[in-house]
């Protein structure tokens, strides 16, 4: 009878999606020579073994993990693995990526998130935030949207979402103490995953993918995007696209109430709780507040600009142990595998790039586009990453389509700047699946909200995102300054 119940237990539908990864692997890998891609011009781009290989290990990644078969830490180690054991790249390059400036960009930032937390100075300012706004349901949303846009500057949006959380549960006992779901439940849970995403495309700490597209737009086009210049970018459509959310669930979710009686003076007597700022709380704000200044001066002063930007940041992370704000244990804390995550990222994104694989598949792609205008194809290539970010991990997403959509754009004539921060913008919102971002998912345990409706209401907001894109695109990045055309290589 245990064997049976043993056997019954056995996850089937996990080892199919084992084998159907490691299947794609080896069919790729040990195929016949595929045909040469030919570029408008009539030069040809032959796909060599090792860039089969990376195709192959693309493949592999990719359905490990859309399906999670394993952690997606663990299946990041596969990419390197693979790549060494099946000669794709050497150990020197497929394992270096692991340990990539970018990767230690995302480990010193999500550092930031955690002392931010552990100190109470998120749960402070988000009493403050309620005692601002007030009552009005109306208000709530706004200032939710608001705090949480505000954080996800400093650090990370899955952090964010997570810190804000147990915040709007209190928030909604107030409004309805019998577990229901409300449109003002909806709004404000599936809303605060939305707006991290939004307010995390603003600056370099709000996730990993900008500094992982950083990373390609350096290796590939050869300039530096520097911190100040990102925000200077992406700040106008990331607060726009906050106010737009927040009037899109004035709409689509209304709140069944106007008010929240009480909710101004809990806020009040949970910050009185907490008392005056601690030491910890002032150390942290202070060093933080220091790396962001000297990344922002690198825009400014020449001098600076020899600083390296991981470095500076990762003098936060040291400087927290050292005025003993964090201590061993919080490095228990730290989400590992989500920074292999981006490691294996940055490996098999490198990896397309260095084999020739992603030249290859540009070209390609680049036939379909052969007439088309650069409107259009700066379009193309932001609801392509729109749509594979909500299937698979943003950074994933960056690492694919990217380091392609670069080689693509010279033939074009597109600036390799609009491109970077088209993408961007979109990888940042996928609105449609609760596997697109940590904060969907994390949304999703309010209850509030079934995966069908929060798809629903993700088409529309989806749809009012490419038209903000577009927007920008055509009328207001050019007006800051961004360059969007060039001449067409080879015209």
Not at 222 to 251: C, D, H, R
Not at 258 to 285: F, S, Y
Not at 439 to 453: C, L, M, V
Request: contains cysteine.
């Amino acid at each position: 009878m245990s064997t049976k119940a043993q056997s019954t237990s056995f996850d089937w539908k996990r080892l199919c999606f084992m084998l159907l990864g490691v299947t794609a692997f080896l069919v790729i890998y040990y195929s016949p020579a595929w045909p040469d891609a030919v570029d408008p011009l009539g030069e040809r781009f032959p796909l060599s073994k090792e860039a089969k290989g990376a195709l192959a290990v693309f493949m592999f990644a990719g359905l490990w993990w859309v399906f999670e078969v394993v952690p997606i830490g663990i299946t990041s180690l596969g990419i390197g693995v693979l790549q060494v054991l099946f000669f794709v790249r050497p150990p020197e390059k497929a394992f270096k990526d692991f340990m990539d400036p970018s990767v230690l960009f995302i480990f010193a930032s999500i550092m930031i998130g955690l002392v931010f937390t552990k100190t109470g100075l998120t749960k402070r300012l988000a009493y403050k935030m309620l005692m601002v706004v007030g009552e009005k349901t109306s208000r709530i949303y706004l200032g939710v949207f608001v705090v949480t846009a505000l954080l996800t500057h400093i650090m990370a949006h899955t952090a964010v979402a997570a810190t804000v959380y147990p915040l709007l549960l209190a928030i909604y006992a107030l409004y309805d103490d019998t577990g229901s779901k409300t449109r003002f439940g909806k709004g404000l849970f599936i809303g605060m995953a939305y707006v991290a995403g939004a307010g995390s495309i603003i600056t370099l700490l709000g996730a990993a993918r900008g500094a992982v597209a950083v990373g390609f737009f350096k290796e590939i086009v050869g300039t530096e995007v520097s911190f100040f210049e990102l925000t200077y970018y992406m700040a106008p459509i990331g607060w726009l696209m906050v106010f737009l959310l927040w009037g899109f669930f004035m709409i689509f979710c209304k709140p069944e109430r106007d008010t929240i009686p009480g909710l101004r003076e809990k806020a009040r007597e949970l910050n009185k709780q907490m008392g005056p700022l601690t030491r910890k709380e002032i150390m942290a704000a202070l060093i933080v507040g220091i790396v962001i200044l000297v990344m922002s001066l690198r825009s400014f002063f020449p001098m600076l600009k020899m600083l390296d930007k991981t470095a500076i940041i990762l003098i936060s992370s040291i400087a927290f142990f050292v005025f003993k704000i964090l201590d061993i244990k919080d490095l228990e804390d730290v989400p590992w595998n989500i920074i292999l995550l981006f490691a294996g990222a940055m490996s098999i994104g490198y990896c397309l790039w260095e084999t020739g694989a992603a030249k290859w598949l540009a070209v390609n792609w680049l036939v379909m586009f052969e007439k088309a205008h650069w409107f259009v194809f700066v379009m193309s290539i932001c609801f392509f990453v729109l749509m594979m970010t909500n299937f698979i991990m943003n950074v994933a997403a960056i690492a694919i389509s990217l380091p392609v959509a670069l080689v693509i754009a010279p033939y074009l004539g597109v600036s390799p700047e609009v491109i970077l921060f088209g993408a961007l913008v979109v990888a940042g919102m996928p609105f449609l699946l609760l596997v697109g971002a940590a904060p969907n998912a994390i949304a999703y345990d309010s209850g509030q909200f079934t995966s069908g409706e929060f798809f629903k209401y993700g088409l529309v907001a989806s749809a009012l995102l490419l038209v903000v894109v577009g927007v920008f695109v055509l009328v207001v990045w050019p007006l800051m300054g961004m360059p969007i055309t060039v001449p067409r290589v080879g015209m």
